[in-house]
């Protein structure tokens, strides 16, 4: 009838960018094969447009009419999506640009995005057509969520807007010299982390990070006392750093109330962290001991929001201001927390995985607002490491309580290479050499997630 014809809903019109060198370079045929006869079916339509060259996309979407598309979506790996990203961040109108949903079709070697999609939409985790398969699907049920960015800054004031990684060391090495085993498709990330091993290096850097005191984080609950043994006298400074360290959060109050109590009866206080029952990502249960502190110290310097901190004045590029970043070469705030050591990587992420079949992150959500900061210390045996990436898979390393492996969130952090040669990526890409410095902004962009 008339009227169930007006209400019928326009096709939705995607924008899909194919990178013909993605992955194993069979992003064409794949799309012949597998991803057209689908979308057409589901009355999606579309314009095909191959990339001819690196940055061939971030500059088309810096000209698209926004009010065309529905989506744009990549056919390719992330890394022809952090082009889009920033494509759409370079435009003069990049607030409403960015709402613009961004898709991808995983045909890459490195297809994180999709991975973590593919997770939050309940699938079990999969790689190839099986994972590409999924992902078409969810393409065409189409479901739009806001998705956080990271704002990356580097050392000649260049800023990029991230929506995966940004790491040094080991991985990024791995990330980069793997570029030549392309040809295996995602396999070249597993021979590229052998040779790596094989021939370890250590970096020495400083990291400096803003812990978050509040998130919620879905995988320690709650936290309980029970106080044992006798008072000893407390450093805050430990006492921070632990807290920092397990990433501190909703239970902080619960923490709070405890611990004087514990304080009252002269008892030292232990906190322990329980995983959330039936969490998959759950944390193995971490126990912390502290000496005491008097309660008003404890509440002023560690528990409390952060000092406030005279706003930035470095930045004039587009996008929104990095409210919590001083000038890079500033000191940062007080209330930060500054690591020096030697690192066998550092890792910032903000998404589930960091491959297709790298379930790096458990915990993540696309809009967290954190970011998770992942290091590992030198002095960690090769046999160590060959185990934690290996358990990645499931995403059960956290578990293994590595003492080299360290995870916070974060909302802001720093890296200082003191090294003098190294690689630093920013979702897979490299990038310039040097200090590097970041910050979360909240669901800027938008993904099609299903
Ligand atoms: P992969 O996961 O296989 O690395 P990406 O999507 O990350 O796939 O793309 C790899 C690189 O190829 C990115 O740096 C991207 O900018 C670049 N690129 C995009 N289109 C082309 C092209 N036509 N020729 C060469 N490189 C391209
Ligand atoms: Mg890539």
Not at 220 to 229: D, E, V
Not at 338 to 354: G, N, R
Request: proline fraction near 7%.
């Amino acid at each position: 009838t008339e009227i169930s014809l007006t209400l019928q809903p326009k096709p939705r019109r995607f924008m899909l960018l194919l990178n013909p060198c993605g992955g194993r370079g069979n992003a064409l045929q794949q799309c012949h094969t597998h991803i057209l006869p689908i979308i057409t079916e589901a009355d999606i339509s579309y314009n095909l447009i191959q990339t001819e060259r690196q940055n061939h996309a971030r500059e088309l979407v810096q000209s698209i009419n926004l009010e065309e598309w529905d989506g744009i979506v990549v056919i390719s790996g992330d890394g022809l999506l952090f082009e889009v990203v920033n494509g759409l961040m370079e435009r003069p109108d990049w607030e409403d640009a960015i709402k613009m949903p961004v898709g991808v079709l995983p045909c890459g070697s490195g297809n994180a995005l999709a991975g973590a999609i593919n997770y939050h939409a309940g699938f079990d985790q999969a790689m190839g057509s099986e994972l590409l398969l999924n992902c078409i699907l969810l393409l065409c049920r189409g479901t739009v969520m806001p998705m956080d960015l990271v704002s990356v800054t580097t050392c000649s004031g260049a800023r990029f807007f991230s929506f995966l990684s940004v790491a040094w060391g080991f991985i990024s090495d791995v990330d980069i010299e793997s570029e030549k085993y392309r040809h295996m498709g995602s396999a070249r990330f597993t021979v590229g982390t052998m040779v790596r091993v094989a021939s370890l290096r250590t970096y020495r850097g400083r990291l400096s990070y803003l812990p978050v005191l509040d998130a919620h984080r879905p995988i320690c609950r709650s936290i309980t006392l029970s106080p044992n043994g006798n008072l000893s006298p407390l450093k805050r400074s430990q006492l921070h750093r632990t807290i920092s360290d397990i990433g501190l959060c909703e239970e902080r109050n619960v923490m709070c109330k405890r611990s004087s109590a514990a304080f009252d009866t002269g008892e030292l206080p232990s906190f322990e962290t329980s995983p959330s029952p039936g969490s998959p990502t759950a944390l193995n249960t971490s126990r912390f001991t502290f000496d005491s502190v008097p309660d008003d110290q404890m509440q002023q310097d560690v528990l409390l929001p952060n000092d406030k901190e005279p706003p930035p004045t470095h930045n004039h590029v587009n996008g929104p201001e990095d409210d919590l970043l001083p000038p890079l070469n500033q000191p940062v705030p007080k209330s930060w927390v500054t690591v020096e050591d030697d690192f066998v990587l550092v890792l910032a992420m903000y998404q589930t995985h960091l491959g297709a079949d790298l379930f790096t992150a458990p915990f993540s959500c696309l809009d967290d607002g954190l970011i998770h900061l992942f290091f590992v210390k030198a002095g960690i045996s090769r046999t160590a490491l060959v185990r934690l990436f290996l358990a990645m898979e499931k995403g059960t390393h956290i578990e293994l309580e590595c003492p080299y492996l360290v995870h916070v969130p974060v909302r802001a952090f720093r890296l200082e290479p003191l090294t003098r040669k190294g690689i630093l990526t920013v979702d897979g890409e490299r990038v310039e050499y040097g200090p590097v410095q970041a910050q979360i902004h909240h669901g800027l962009s938008n993904v099609i997630s299903g």
